[in-house]
Protein backbone atom coordinates (compact mmCIF):
# COMPACT_ATOMS: atom_id res chain seq x y z
CA UNK A 1 0.00 0.00 0.00
CA UNK A 2 2.96 2.42 0.66
CA UNK A 3 4.70 1.52 -2.24
CA UNK A 4 1.16 2.49 -4.36
CA UNK A 5 1.26 6.00 -2.26
CA UNK A 6 4.61 6.80 -2.86
CA UNK A 7 3.56 6.30 -6.48
CA UNK A 8 0.90 8.77 -6.69
CA UNK A 9 1.96 11.16 -4.64
CA UNK A 10 5.22 11.23 -6.38
CA UNK A 11 3.26 11.69 -10.32
CA UNK A 12 1.27 14.83 -8.11
CA UNK A 13 4.17 16.39 -7.32
CA UNK A 14 5.33 15.44 -11.20
CA UNK A 15 1.85 16.92 -12.12
CA UNK A 16 1.82 20.28 -10.01
CA UNK A 17 5.35 21.14 -11.42
CA UNK A 18 4.64 20.78 -14.79
CA UNK A 19 1.45 22.63 -14.33
CA UNK A 20 3.43 25.09 -12.38
CA UNK A 21 5.77 25.94 -15.23
CA UNK A 22 3.43 26.14 -17.91
CA UNK A 23 1.42 28.28 -16.55
CA UNK A 24 3.80 30.97 -16.07
CA UNK A 25 5.25 29.92 -19.74
CA UNK A 26 1.68 30.94 -20.81
CA UNK A 27 1.77 34.56 -18.73
CA UNK A 28 5.04 35.17 -20.34
CA UNK A 29 3.94 34.54 -23.83
CA UNK A 30 0.95 36.58 -23.05
CA UNK A 31 2.52 39.87 -21.87
CA UNK A 32 5.09 39.25 -24.57
CA UNK A 33 1.84 39.54 -27.36
CA UNK A 34 0.34 42.43 -25.56
CA UNK A 35 -2.24 40.68 -23.97
CA UNK A 36 -1.32 42.72 -20.46
CA UNK A 37 -4.57 41.76 -18.74
CA UNK A 38 -4.89 38.06 -19.73
CA UNK A 39 -1.46 37.63 -18.40
CA UNK A 40 -1.95 39.64 -15.42
CA UNK A 41 -4.17 37.11 -14.19
CA UNK A 42 -2.17 33.95 -15.25
CA UNK A 43 0.73 35.79 -13.12
CA UNK A 44 -1.48 36.21 -10.24
CA UNK A 45 -3.03 32.57 -10.97
CA UNK A 46 0.62 31.15 -10.81
CA UNK A 47 1.26 33.50 -7.37
CA UNK A 48 -1.94 32.15 -5.96
CA UNK A 49 -0.91 27.85 -6.43
CA UNK A 50 2.21 28.80 -5.08
CA UNK A 51 1.07 30.42 -1.91
CA UNK A 52 -2.21 27.85 -1.25
CA UNK A 53 -0.44 24.72 -2.78
CA UNK A 54 3.34 24.90 -2.27
CA UNK A 55 5.60 22.60 -4.61
CA UNK A 56 6.96 19.91 -2.30
CA UNK A 57 10.26 19.79 -4.15
CA UNK A 58 11.31 23.57 -3.48
CA UNK A 59 13.26 24.77 -0.64
CA UNK A 60 11.53 27.80 1.62
CA UNK A 61 13.86 30.00 -0.41
CA UNK A 62 13.37 28.53 -4.15
CA UNK A 63 9.11 29.39 -2.76
CA UNK A 64 9.91 32.75 -1.65
CA UNK A 65 12.09 33.65 -5.25
CA UNK A 66 8.97 32.05 -7.37
CA UNK A 67 6.66 34.21 -6.11
CA UNK A 68 9.01 37.34 -6.23
CA UNK A 69 9.29 36.28 -9.25
CA UNK A 70 5.62 36.34 -10.29
CA UNK A 71 5.02 39.78 -8.86
CA UNK A 72 8.05 40.75 -10.94
CA UNK A 73 6.79 39.63 -13.89
CA UNK A 74 3.56 41.01 -13.10
CA UNK A 75 5.47 44.79 -12.34
CA UNK A 76 6.84 44.31 -15.89
CA UNK A 77 3.50 43.44 -17.67
CA UNK A 78 1.76 46.50 -15.45
CA UNK A 79 4.45 48.92 -16.65
CA UNK A 80 4.51 47.98 -19.95
CA UNK A 81 0.40 48.71 -20.39
CA UNK A 82 1.23 51.60 -18.23
CA UNK A 83 -0.23 51.23 -15.38
CA UNK A 84 2.25 52.42 -12.82
CA UNK A 85 0.15 52.99 -9.87
CA UNK A 86 -1.01 49.38 -9.77
CA UNK A 87 2.86 48.33 -10.64
CA UNK A 88 3.93 50.57 -7.83
CA UNK A 89 0.90 48.99 -5.55
CA UNK A 90 2.16 45.33 -6.76
CA UNK A 91 6.09 45.96 -5.55
CA UNK A 92 4.33 46.36 -2.08
CA UNK A 93 3.95 42.36 -2.16
CA UNK A 94 7.72 41.67 -2.77
CA UNK A 95 8.71 39.09 0.26
CA UNK A 96 12.42 40.61 0.88
CA UNK A 97 13.12 38.29 3.99
CA UNK A 98 16.59 36.74 4.37
CA UNK A 99 17.22 37.56 0.92
CA UNK A 100 20.77 38.60 0.03
CA UNK A 101 21.73 41.82 -1.52
CA UNK A 102 21.74 40.40 -4.87
CA UNK A 103 18.59 39.00 -5.34
CA UNK A 104 17.15 41.66 -3.23
CA UNK A 105 18.26 44.50 -5.39
CA UNK A 106 16.66 44.28 -8.49
CA UNK A 107 12.84 44.07 -6.90
CA UNK A 108 13.50 47.15 -4.51
CA UNK A 109 14.98 48.85 -7.88
CA UNK A 110 11.38 47.90 -8.95
CA UNK A 111 9.87 49.58 -6.49
CA UNK A 112 11.66 52.95 -6.55
CA UNK A 113 10.93 52.75 -10.31
CA UNK A 114 7.30 51.98 -10.30
CA UNK A 115 6.92 54.27 -7.19
CA UNK A 116 8.74 57.38 -9.57
CA UNK A 117 6.60 56.58 -12.41
CA UNK A 118 3.36 56.51 -10.70
CA UNK A 119 4.48 60.30 -9.86
CA UNK A 120 4.65 58.67 -6.35
CA UNK A 121 7.98 61.02 -5.21
CA UNK A 122 8.05 60.90 -1.96
CA UNK A 123 7.53 57.36 -1.91
CA UNK A 124 10.33 56.80 -4.43
CA UNK A 125 12.52 58.52 -1.98
CA UNK A 126 11.41 56.44 0.68
CA UNK A 127 11.64 53.28 -1.02
CA UNK A 128 15.25 54.26 -2.00
CA UNK A 129 15.85 55.06 1.65
CA UNK A 130 15.03 51.40 2.40
CA UNK A 131 16.97 50.41 -0.28
CA UNK A 132 20.22 52.10 1.04
CA UNK A 133 19.42 50.66 4.43
CA UNK A 134 18.84 46.75 3.84
CA UNK A 135 21.06 46.34 0.50
CA UNK A 136 24.61 46.78 2.17
CA UNK A 137 26.21 46.14 -1.30
CA UNK A 138 27.20 50.33 -1.84
CA UNK A 139 28.09 49.38 -5.12
CA UNK A 140 24.17 48.72 -5.93
CA UNK A 141 22.89 51.95 -4.21
CA UNK A 142 25.26 54.09 -5.86
CA UNK A 143 23.58 53.44 -9.38
CA UNK A 144 20.48 54.81 -7.60
CA UNK A 145 21.39 58.22 -7.15
CA UNK A 146 19.76 59.33 -10.70
CA UNK A 147 16.65 58.08 -9.64
CA UNK A 148 16.82 60.11 -6.06
CA UNK A 149 17.95 63.00 -8.07
CA UNK A 150 15.23 62.87 -10.53
CA UNK A 151 12.37 62.37 -7.46
CA UNK A 152 14.19 65.51 -5.33
CA UNK A 153 13.85 67.59 -8.49
CA UNK A 154 10.37 66.80 -8.98
CA UNK A 155 9.64 67.80 -5.17
CA UNK A 156 11.34 70.85 -5.92
CA UNK A 157 14.01 70.02 -3.27
CA UNK A 158 16.47 71.66 -5.93
CA UNK A 159 19.01 72.03 -3.40
CA UNK A 160 19.89 68.43 -2.54
CA UNK A 161 19.40 67.50 -6.31
CA UNK A 162 21.68 69.74 -7.03
CA UNK A 163 24.50 68.30 -4.23
CA UNK A 164 23.15 64.80 -4.96
CA UNK A 165 23.90 65.72 -8.36
CA UNK A 166 27.62 66.85 -7.91
CA UNK A 167 28.57 63.65 -6.16
CA UNK A 168 26.93 61.67 -9.01
CA UNK A 169 29.05 63.48 -11.96
CA UNK A 170 32.14 63.40 -10.35
CA UNK A 171 31.76 59.44 -9.60
CA UNK A 172 30.88 58.54 -13.39
Given at each position: ?????????????????????????????????????S?????????F??????????????????????????????????????????????????????V???????????????????????????????????????????????????????D?????????????
Amino acid sequence: MNRFYSICTFLCVLYSTNVFGQDFHRADSLCKQKQYASALLAYEQVYFELSEFPDTLLSVTQQQEAKNRCILKKVYCQKAAGKFEDASRTTLRFDFTNLSDSVQYPLRHESVVCAYLANQYEDALAQLQQMKFFVKDSTLTQQEDFWEILALTQLKRYDEAKSLFKHYCERK
